[in-house]
Antibody, heavy 122, light 107 residues
């Protein structure tokens, strides 16, 4: 059974940083691209970033470019999202999600974690 | 960026009804469209991929059609568990984009 478990969310002041983690199990982590999707309160999902299986190809939403960095450690089955210069409009639940392919092309997400909440407020 | 627009935003229906949700893209996305179901406090769940492919384990009352810029999700006979919010997502190109959602409510 595919399981994705996010951690690292919390309350942070504007301009601060957070590092989200997602620990995966139940599948061959190093074979699949992985991504982050966020959802602000009362809003629809918003794609944030995708990382290819090898870690060599990264894709970002404009809202994340220059501030967020996606990375992975395939030896530890873990995906990361380093978020810097956080703003109030980054407040959302952040989901880790599995891509059904290796990451050469854009895809949908076939499994999602339960999400970790991030609140940016003073 | 490709914008996705769903209609209606809210849909009231009864158990046993057949319902259809529409998703339109601002440019052709061929068949690169997915549908998700989301319940309050839970993550989205994949229902349909490549416009009409039924994800493993999803009941056959869910079906998807369309190509190019117009797509539909149909639930043939609503069950109590189906009352939720539904989202479409295009994966023709980055950035991946979602529709604003359709909330399916009990009439």
């Amino acid at each position: 059974e595919v399981q994705l478990l996010e951690s690292g969310g919390g309350l942070v002041q504007p301009g601060g940083s957070l590092r989200l983690s997602c620990t995966a199990s139940g599948f061959s982590f190093s074979t699949y691209a992985m991504g982050w999707v966020r959802q602000a309160p009362g809003k629809g999902p918003e794609w944030v970033s995708t990382l290819s299986s090898s870690g060599s190809n990264t894709y970002y939403a404009d809202s994340a470019k220059g501030r967020f960095t996606i990375s992975r450690d395939n030896s530890k089955n873990t995906l990361f999202l380093q978020m810097n210069s956080l703003r109030a409009d980054d407040t959302a639940v952040y989901y880790c999600a599995k891509d059904p392919a290796g990451g050469s092309y854009p895809y949908y997400f076939d499994h999602w974690g339960q999400g970790t909440p991030v609140t940016v407020s003073s | 960026d490709i914008q996705m627009t769903q209609s209606p935003s809210t849909l009231s229906a009864s158990v046993g009804d057949r319902v259809t949700i529409t998703c339109r893209a601002t440019q052709s996305i061929s068949g690169w469209l997915a549908w998700y179901q989301q319940k309050p406090g839970k993550a989205p769940k994949l229902l349909i991929y490549k416009a009409s492919g039924l994800e493993t384990g999803v009941p056959s009352r869910f079906s998807g059609t369309g190509s190019g810029t117009e797509f539909t999700l149909t639930i043939s006979s609503l069950q109590p568990d189906d009352f939720a919010t539904y989202y479409c997502q295009q994966y023709s190109s980055y950035p991946l984009t979602f529709g604003q959602g359709t909330k399916l409510e009990i009439k």
